[in-house]
């Protein structure tokens, strides 16, 4: 069974950073691609970012190389960092595991920008 635990949100003001992790279990972590999502109230979930298995990794438009991910294939986590953070950050983020067939969600951690 998979499970998807992530941590790392909370209140930060604009400007500030934040570093979102999403510990994995269930299955062989390092052949899955892994993502993050993020939900803002009253809008459809959208993707953040997106790392490959061997590394590869893709951004949303809007994060403008403010974000990085990264994953550490022998802890089985991925994480997010997060810099510059605006207002409009605001949202729940959700680690994703994309097995092609089947994607796996976390429970989400709130991240509330705001000064």
């Known amino acids: 069974q998979v499970q998807l635990v992530e941590s790392g949100g909370g209140l930060v003001q604009p400007g500030g950073s934040l570093r979102l992790s999403c510990a994995a279990s269930?299955?062989?972590?390092?052949?899955?691609?892994m993502a993050w999502y993020r939900q803002a109230p009253g809008k459809p979930r959208e993707l953040v970012a997106r790392?490959?298995?061997?590394?590869?990794?893709n951004y949303a438009d809007f994060v403008n190389d403010r974000f990085t991910i990264s994953r550490d294939n022998a802890k089985n986590t991925v994480s997010l960092q997060m810099n510059s953070l605006k207002p409009e950050d605001t949202a729940v983020y959700y680690c994703?595991?994309?097995?092609?067939?089947?994607?796996?969600w976390g429970q989400g951690t709130q991240v509330t920008v705001s000064s």
């Open positions: 269930g299955g062989i972590f390092s052949i899955y691609a």
């Open positions: 994703n595991q994309d097995r092609g067939y089947q994607h796996y």
């Open positions: 790392i490959s298995r061997d590394g590869i990794t």
